[in-house]
């Protein structure tokens, strides 16, 4: 379970019952199953270099202010 879907159940206090097994997704998207079981880690660098302020630094703050 990815930081995001614990972050979201959490929130939402429910238990996150959906999940694929590793093998059928490789079967399915071959490498692309990649982007789902290992994620992608990016940096806003160019944004952060130009001055851009985010308005939520933190998950669970932009999380809660959605409902």
Known sequence: MSQLDRCISN??????WFSIPEPL??????EMSLLITEGQY??????????????????????????
């Open 42 to 67: 990016v940096t806003p660098t160019v944004l952060l270099e130009n001055g851009y302020i985010f308005q939520y630094t933190d998950m669970k703050e932009a999380i809660r202010s959605l409902y």
């Open 11 to 16: 929130h939402l206090r429910r238990p996150n």
């Open 25 to 30: 997704l490789k079967i399915a998207l071959g």
